[in-house]
């Protein structure tokens, strides 16, 4: 499974272009696309913060697989196909692998002239930065407060 670790923050150039960071690629081309060829992102607002979340095609295919199991016509899988997938773009890489940010998602997260990508596992975000570090910030001091921990599986015995 890819995962998505660290912070990066890189420059959008005057035509809405940011470098999406190298971990963040080399971490994509890793997963396996069965009968795609598209080398990219999808992204879409993110519905609970000013960020746009980002990740591969094939993490779309388990949000798709997890929404499949709600029934077809309620107003929990109306509103959550419509806040994800209805919103979601495919962003491809250009040849410097960077990708175009839509002025849709630039607007919702108050992007100007840097982007910070934040790793969270199996997906990323990207931020205007200094709302990122806000959001760090708060994020920390909700858990300290909440003392929330993180229990392990037990190791499988293949290094996880």
Not at 4 to 12: A, M, R
Not at 99 to 116: F, K, S, W
Request: charge should be negative; hydrophobic fraction near 45%; charged fraction near 20%.
């Amino acid at each position: 499974m890819a995962v998505f670790i660290g912070t990066f923050e890189n420059k959008v150039d005057l035509k809405g272009r940011v470098s999406v960071p190298a971990q963040f690629r080399q971490t994509l081309a890793g997963q396996s696309f069965p009968n795609q060829s598209f080398q990219g992102i999808v992204a879409f607002r993110s519905y609970r913060a000013a960020a746009i979340e980002a990740c591969g095609i094939d993490f779309m295919e388990r949000l798709n697989d997890g929404i499949s199991t709600m029934d077809l016509f309620s107003d929990a899988h109306d509103d959550l196909a419509a806040t994800i997938f209805a919103d979601s773009q495919q962003l491809s890489f250009d040849g410097d692998g960077r990708i175009m940010l839509p002025a849709l998602l630039v607007e919702h997260a108050g992007i100007t002239e840097r982007a910070a990508f934040v790793g969270k596992g199996s997906i990323f975000q990207i931020w205007e930065p200094a709302a990122l570090e806000a959001h760090m910030d708060e994020a920390r001091a909700r858990a300290r407060s909440q003392g929330l921990t993180l229990p392990l599986r037990p190791n499988d015995g293949g290094g996880r």
